[in-house]
């Protein structure tokens, strides 16, 4: 073929993909002490949820009023609330509960934030203008009185959590994704794509979506985080998981009135927030490091 010819071919998806070299997504990411970290931490607290039905001992709901506000013993590992029930399985069923909660109502968020913001930065024009204006407003509120706020007027529970975080969590992704692809933009390679024959939906599928979305992963996990302490926040404020239901804010709520004379009750729970929430945020602080150029 010809210099001329081959000039004038149009470009496929393959010409696109940039050359291999760098070390595997794994190597990298054992080389990298924060990833490391953040899912040894994240991976335990897993694995200890997932195996709640096995190590729990006890239903989390199950009450025993002979043995109310009982201390650690051999018979329960971390001792019985005021109404005799497990605290190390209630511990381990409302770590399944908030994570759960937490993964689900940044889904939606995620998925629709970072394709609305993409196509914002990709596109410009009207669309662009309108959702930003949209996202200044929803911004221009404290994050958690909004969520508290829908709540309680949606309704308490998790359908009111999901509900609360898909109208108000997207923005942030929005926000995010969207300069993201105005960097992306200024690239020689959008230019080339497009001129050489990529239709515009591809161009943003294939190539700059896979681009602005690392980003918006990034923040995801910092934003489980944010959810598991609104889960936490409102289940505190009788307004997240209903009870019985075991719920790691709710178990501090109830633990409360006890502080004094038996503080486990609120203090494990507590120190088992924070280890979710180091761990979650190292692990997005490795993800960070693992997408830097260098």
Known sequence: ?????????????????????????????????????????????????????VIGRYSPVQQNLLVTLQGPSAAHWLGTDEFGRDIWSRLLYGGRTDLQVGVLAVVFPFGFGSLLGTLCGYLGGWLDAVVMRVVDVVLAFPFYVLIIALVFFVGEGTHGIYIAFALTDWVVYTRSTRSAALVAISQDWVAAAEGGGLSRPRVLLRHLLPNTISQAIVYAMSDIVLVILAVVTLGYLGLGIQPPAPDWGAMISDGQAFITVHPWMSIIPGIAIIITGVGLSLLGDGLADLQRPR
């Open 1 to 53: 073929m010809s210099g001329k010819a081959a000039a004038a071919a149009p470009l496929t998806d393959d010409d696109l993909v940039p050359i291999s070299g760098r070390p595997s997504f794994g190597a990298r990411a054992a080389r990298t002490p924060a990833f490391v970290a953040g899912a040894a931490l994240i991976g335990a607290v897993l694995l200890l949820a997932l195996l709640a039905p």
